[in-house]
């Protein structure tokens, strides 16, 4: 095999907090090497040095056995090295062409850009991965899945040699996901060197040939994928062994907490379901299905415009977020960085933001000693890696982000919380946490809604599930008679059918 890229001894730290400590890695032509640790271990911080957007303390890069040093993203770009980044990096305000080809625009006559090669070039990307995205779309009018493949489509646009996934399937649907597996397919067949990291250790199993494991900054596994099982692969990344990947007890549910009757709203077309205090009702169903949509119009966020919504049995109407909460409905967002958190602002003020009238005084001010307190207790009860409270957002690993996400929709105590994909880019450890979470909320008469596209998970711990498809609840299982078969069924013969 042909080494097309080698790091040796890399450390960097930040602040003077070491995060990275003399890594070693290869990436092969035509191999694709998985990269796995917890929240925090530094696997993002490794392949932004890699691709120029963080600077090394110490430590040598080799691409093609020629030592490199990378300033610049465009440097490394232009060395042939491409990355799918884990949080979005696209502009909103820009189509999917120009998105694409920022920066590198085709130029013709005068050096005007040439915008039919864009959109040429655009149009053979997306049928590369099988999507019906216009060129001309502006990005902020597609799903996050959506954005995601034209994030791939970027990465692919290079035509690089070697090329960096990180948590690529993150955002999409086990459809799109299988698109995108077949695109690492071909591109390790044609000799392209790949690293892909993923909290989904099933993708690592499918997909990579060679394993890597990196805990708290040091590397502490690697070798072929083929000599190592699950269990072992958790055993490098946490340190130990994990007991039940699903914690789950049956519910004794109480009243019904929340009916919704025959609601329409922008994606939601006549959805009715009830759920009880102390049940966690799952949402499944392939992308653009509208289970996101009935989320934001059940939190206020787009307006019902027919139906009844009803909490502990009386009639509510929801207008807006602030009413939702005030109505007991928490919402944790699938898009963390557009609408959960501020990233440039601290832990500490993004998770009291929503409701800092909980630790006013009687005169008004706030009480800092209770704030801090209920913080502290998140940070510890979900073990969120941060060097203090104060710490920006921007500046944690995604895991880490998305557990501030939860705990911001935990502080109000609400009475139903909805969790939208509540795990994605979460670690085993981690994910674990926030299902005995949920099961700790659901002991104490919280009604759940959770929308997921990762199906083990729905039926692992959910008590009822609903198929939603055309923004319509279309089926219903309880726990004991569904199963992942079942469900894929049901969401897809009502796709078909409405074709
Ligand atoms: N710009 C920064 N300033 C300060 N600390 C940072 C910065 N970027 C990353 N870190 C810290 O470096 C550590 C490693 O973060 P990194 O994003 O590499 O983790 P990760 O392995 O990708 O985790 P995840 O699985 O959650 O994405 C974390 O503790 C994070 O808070
Ligand atoms: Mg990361």
């Given at each position: 095999m042909t080494t097309l890229l080698q790091l040796d001894g890399i450390s960097k730290s930040f602040s003077g907090i070491n995060v990275l400590d003399k890594v070693n890695l290869e990436m092969q032509a035509g191999s694709v090497i998985g990269l796995a640790g917890e929240n925090g271990a530094g696997k993002s911080t490794l392949m932004k040095i890699i691709t120029g957007v963080y600077s090394k303390d110490e430590g040598r890069l080799r691409l093609r056995g020629e030592e490199k040093v990378f300033n610049t993203p465009r440097q490394a770009m232009d060395a042939g090295i491409a990355i799918i980044h884990q949080e979005l990096n696209l502009l909103p305000e820009l189509s999917v062409a120009e998105n694409i080809f920022l920066g590198r625009e085709p130029k013709g006559f005068l050096g005007l850009i040439n915008q039919l090669i864009m959109h040429e070039k655009t149009v053979q990307l997306m049928q590369r991965l099988n999507q019906k995205i216009s060129p001309d779309q502006t990005v902020g009018s597609l799903s996050i899945a959506q954005q995601q493949m034209v994030e791939i489509a970027r990465a692919l646009s290079f035509d690089a040699d070697v090329i960096i996934m990180d948590e690529p399937t993150d955002a999409l649907s086990e459809r799109e996901s299988e698109i995108l597996f077949q695109v690492v397919d071909d591109l390790k067949s044609q000799g392209k060197a790949l690293a892909y990291i993923s909290h989904r250790l099933q993708e690592i199993f499918k997909l990579c040939n060679e394993v890597a494991v990196l805990r708290d900054g040091s590397m502490v596994h690697s070798g072929?994928?083929?000599?190592?099982d699950e269990d072992e692969l958790i055993r490098h990344m946490v340190g130990r062994t994990l007991s039940e990947k699903y914690p789950y007890t049956a519910a004794v549910p109480g009243d019904t907490r929340l009916r919704v009757e025959n609601i329409h709203a922008p994606g939601v077309n006549d959805f009715s379901f009830s759920a009880r205090a102390g049940e966690v009702i799952g949402f499944s169903g392939l992308?653009?299905?509208g289970r996101t949509e009935f989320a934001r119009a059940l939190y206020g966020m787009t307006c019902v415009s027919q139906g009844v919504v009803e909490i502990d049995g009386t009639a509510v109407s929801i207008h807006t977020p602030g009413d939702a909460v005030s109505a007991g409905v928490g919402y944790v967002t699938e898009d963390r960085k557009g609408e959960g958190l501020i990233q440039d602002h601290g832990l500490r003020s993004n998770m009291t933001l929503s409701a800092l009238s909980l630790f006013q005084t009687k005169y008004g001010l706030i009480d800092r000693r209770r704030e801090i307190d209920a913080v502290h207790k998140y940070i510890e009860v979900f073990s969120i890696k941060t060097q203090s409270s104060e710490m920006p957002v921007a500046q944690l690993s995604g895991g880490n982000q998305q557990k501030v996400s939860i705990a911001k929709t935990l502080i109000p105590g609400p009475r139903i919380v909805i969790l939208d994909e509540p795990t994605r880019g979460v670690d085993v450890g981690a994910k674990r946490e926030i299902y005995l979470l949920i099961q700790q909320l659901k002991e104490q008469g919280l009604c759940i809604l959770l929308m997921s596209s990762d199906l083990p998970e729905i039926l692992g711990i959910s008590d009822r599930i609903m198929v939603v498809a055309r923004g319509h609840v279309i089926a219903e299982f309880t726990r004991e008679e569904a199963d992942q078969e079942k469900i894929m069924h049901a969401a897809i013969a009502r796709e078909e059918k409405c074709i």
């Open positions: 072929a994928t083929q000599d190592i992308a653009g299905s």
